[in-house]
């Protein structure tokens, strides 16, 4: 599992998993609170964090084309599936969120692993990737209101 190049949509489900889950207990536990929306903003940032996390598991930094193919489409996945399951997509339809998640899991999945390829900083600055990830958050809060 060191070398496998699906590990990143493991860490997304992993991620988006558990804040559907939290998104869930909240709405249930308190009905009347204001709940985040999924939005592209929150899409990013789930996103960067399954790939921080996947930066730590792995310090390989090398991602192929057919491995971001499969990662792109298993990230459509569970941005479709996983909120479905937990009822906190709201009035927006399954397939949009499939294609959002996709197109930014996709993206974010490039740029994060173009970025960190660049900077390569090895055991010298251990919170490069957070950094990083943050970097990139920040970037793309011009989605925000989008979906």
Known sequence: MKHNPLKRS??????????CLGLMLAGTLAPMAIL???DLTMMLALSVTALAVDAYWSPERKL???ALAANTVLGGAAFALLPWCAG??????????????A???????LLYTAALERIATGP???????????????A????????
Do not use: E, H, N
Request: aromatic fraction near 8%; glycine fraction near 14%.
């Open 10 to 19: 493991v860490a997304l489900s992993a991620v988006v998993g558990l804040a």
């Open 36 to 38: 985040p929306k999924l």
């Open 64 to 66: 192929s084309w057919p």
């Open 88 to 101: 906190v997509t709201g009035d927006v339809p399954v397939w949009v969120l499939g294609l959002a998640g």
């Open 103 to 109: 197109a930014v899991f996709g993206i974010a999945c």
């Open 124 to 138: 010298r600055a251990p919170l490069a990737p957070v950094g990083t990830a943050f970097m990139l958050y920040l």
């Open 140 to 147: 793309g809060q011009c989605l925000s209101g989008l979906l």
